[in-house]
């Protein structure tokens, strides 16, 4: 079945880093694919999204870039924010299946 | 103008009492969804909905029922509670056809 498999955590960097969080994922079909936010003591907040190979997804600062050929999906953010702590899930939709999620991985920024 | 609310936000009750969660939306979806997030943070579809049909996942427990009155609203019924039980539940909508799903902020169910 389908599957998403993201890097383990907890992360922890420094404000200004460069953040990378691993995600592949095994699908049939041609998957959608979503990044996902939680903050401490919140609900899920899409953080942004790729419809089709190649796309590039973006929103405040993060971006994902959806790669058919290594499977990947993976987030990046160029300079993290102490405001950017939170649970973060890379999730696909194939077919007609709703969202699959991955386990989530934890991002701690420390000033 | 929140687009998924739910209630209650939290929810603590005894073994074997039976509850309830209510979920709406005000984005004109037709179609539901409930997850689960458990203590590790892991979230797994348990239902999707809309007008046409209930797509139950097989290894939810029968004592979780979900009910929609109408497109805006899914509830979620569960009878005879368990410690096992304790979780985080979402609901999320989508437009039929539509991948993107919203969530809403979640209800946390502790069953002592």
């Known amino acids: 079945g389908d599957s998403v498999t993201q890097m383990e955590g907890p992360v922890t960097l420094s404000e200004e880093a460069f953040l990378t969080i691993n995600c592949t994922y095994t699908a049939t079909g041609y998957p959608s694919l979503f990044w996902y936010v939680q903050y401490p003591g919140e609900g899920l907040q899409l953080l942004l999204k790729?419809?089709?190979?190649?796309d590039k997804g973006s929103n405040k600062g993060f971006e994902a870039t959806y790669r058919k050929e290594t499977t990947s999906f993976h987030l990046e953010k160029g300079s993290v924010q102490v405001s950017d702590s939170a649970v973060y899930f890379c999730?696909?939709?194939?077919?007609?299946?709703?969202?699959?999620f991955g386990k989530g991985t934890r991002l701690s920024v420390i000033a | 103008d929140t687009a998924v609310s739910q209630t209650p936000k939290y929810l603590v009750t005894q073994m074997g009492n039976d509850k309830s969660i209510k979920c709406e939306q005000n984005?004109?979806?037709?179609?539901m969804y409930w997850y689960k997030q458990d203590s590790k943070k892991f979230l797994k579809i348990m239902f999707s909905?809309?007008?046409?049909?209930?797509?139950i996942n097989e290894t939810v427990p029968n004592r979780f029922s979900p009910k929609s009155p109408d497109k805006a609203h899914l509830n979620l019924h569960i009878n005879s509670l368990e410690l096992g039980d304790s979780a985080v539940y979402f609901c999320?909508?989508?437009?039929?056809?539509?991948?993107?799903?919203?969530f809403g902020p979640g209800t946390r169910l502790t069953v002592l």
């Open positions: 984005l004109g979806h037709d179609t």
């Open positions: 790729a419809t089709k190979a190649d």
């Open positions: 909905y809309n007008n046409k049909e209930l797509i």
């Open positions: 999730a696909l939709y194939s077919g007609n299946t709703p969202l699959v």
């Open positions: 999320a909508s989508s437009q039929e056809g539509q991948r993107t799903q919203y």
